[in-house]
């Protein structure tokens, strides 16, 4: 099995990993979700490293159950 491509997320504290090809056409949009999500999560007064925390993890859940064939890190 050929090792995926990935690509680094790397903004304020959070960190995630995704394949390039998804980076390539979803890295707006992705980025968009992101900075809604963290900040519904921050204005309910969520400290904001668990709250980027809680927004990667949860974008990164549904991109899994969206690709079939996404790999698990």
Known sequence: ????????IDKQPG???LPKDIMT???????KILKRDFLK???VGIDPILGW???VNDMYNSIVA????????
């Open 1 to 8: 099995m050929e090792k995926p491509d990935f690509a680094k």
């Open 15 to 17: 960190n995630m990993l």
């Open 25 to 31: 056409f979803w890295n707006k949009e992705i980025d």
């Open 41 to 43: 999560l921050k204005n």
């Open 53 to 55: 925390d809680l927004a």
């Open 66 to 73: 969206n690709f079939a064939n996404f790999p698990l890190l």
